[in-house]
């Protein structure tokens, strides 16, 4: 006995649901090719006008200029911020854009500038930033757009430094704000001995740097007392081996031609800022000095910090650490939003511990 037939109005549901279920399936897949593609401003490099340079005479070209917190130490702090600016119409971020802004005074200068707070007075420059979508393809065009914000850092960096002729000055930078700052170092301040002779430390946060492309004037940071070093470390968490195949397959290092190119099988830096040296012995989680969600905190109010809750250990060039188990320490936002740094710092307390060790030591040097 056949069962009945389908009507005509039943094949047109079901087709449509198969299709539905289709495109439903097809945007899980592709949805971040989809979206990347969204940021890709859909022109050459070689052909883009970038927005207009910034004045750095001018207060509205810092988003902090020598601001200071009670009770801060007498170091001058340049800090370099990470990435704030999607992408879409641009190659790299106009200064002042609005939701790049924002992005920029909530969520990044509480949880990584902050931490530099207690040394004095910190400046943090807007820059012609590269976007995103710079940093989710290897394309030349994104490379150039990355070395192009160099040319915004560095005067910046001269104009500060203008400021403050003398007295220690610590330099800091989280992702794009570590790459450019690694440059600084090799390209500023090592030819520079009176330079050298000021500088505290520099901290290089969340970022890749090849180990045997510092300058062995200013070299990474072996124990806590060492001035005149670095602090760098990409941290990735315990178990998440494919993140870390992949951010080394896709880390790019300048070159001594001042272009972006492969990592390849150079060893990369890691300085764990809870010990502050290049050891690779695990350390537990009792040492680590505190994390914290700062995020829309206002300059110069301390966070409350939660220690003891974080293993870590420098391995194959990477910063491996324990996952905290608690709400505030979830990437959440838009799909933009989870690829740039954590709205959070898991070495908050670590690495304001080894600044003011560090601030200590250099005064203790020279007398002061």
């Not at 160099?150 to 003398?166: S, T």
Request: hydrophobic share 40%.
């Amino acid at each position: 006995m056949k069962g009945p037939r389908l009507t005509f109005r039943q094949w047109v549901g079901w087709i449509g649901f198969a299709l539905v279920f289709l495109l439903t399936a097809a945007s899980a897949v592709w949805r971040g090719d989809i979206l990347r593609a969204g940021l890709d401003p859909q022109v050459p490099f070689q052909t883009y006008q970038p927005p207009p340079a910034p004045d750095y005479g001018r207060p509205d070209a810092w988003a902090l200029r020598d601001a200071r917190a009670t009770e801060s130490g007498p170091a001058a702090v340049f800090f370099v911020h990470s990435t704030t600016y999607d992408g879409g119409r641009h190659w790299n971020g106009p200064i002042g854009h609005p939701e790049a802004d924002a992005w920029l005074r909530r969520v990044v200068l509480p949880n990584y500038a902050g931490p530099f707070a207690v040394l004095g007075a910190v400046s943090a420059p807007r820059y012609r930033q590269g976007s995103l979508y710079t940093r989710l393809t290897l394309r030349d065009d994104a490379r150039e757009a990355r070395a192009f914000a160099w040319r915004d850092v560095v005067a910046a960096f001269e104009a500060w430094i203008e400021r403050h002729p003398d007295g220690p000055i610590v330099l800091a930078g989280v992702e794009q704000g570590g790459e450019l700052v690694e440059r600084l170092l090799r390209e500023r301040v090592a030819p520079d001995p009176a330079l050298r002779q000021r500088l505290v430390a520099a901290y290089l946060m969340d970022v890749v740097v090849p180990a045997d492309g510092l300058s062995p004037l200013v070299p990474a940071c072996e124990r806590r007392e060492q001035t005149g070093c670095v602090v760098g470390f990409s941290p990735v968490s315990e178990g998440n081996d494919g993140a870390a195949r992949r951010r080394l397959r896709r880390a790019l290092v300048w070159n001594e031609r001042g272009r972006l190119v492969e990592l390849g099988d150079r060893e990369a830096l890691c300085v764990n800022p809870v010990t502050g040296s290049t050891s690779t012995a695990p350390v537990a989680a009792r040492q680590n000095r505190g994390a914290t969600n700062a995020t829309g905190l206002e300059w110069g109010t301390h966070p409350a910090l939660l220690a003891r809750e974080i293993a870590t250990q420098c391995r194959d060039g990477l910063l491996r650490y324990s996952e905290p188990d608690r709400e505030s320490f979830r990437q959440s936002g838009s799909w933009a939003d989870r690829r740039k740094s954590r709205p959070y710092n898991l070495f908050y307390g670590d690495i304001e511990a080894d600044a003011k060790a560090r601030l200590a030591a250099w005064q203790a040097g020279r007398g002061a």
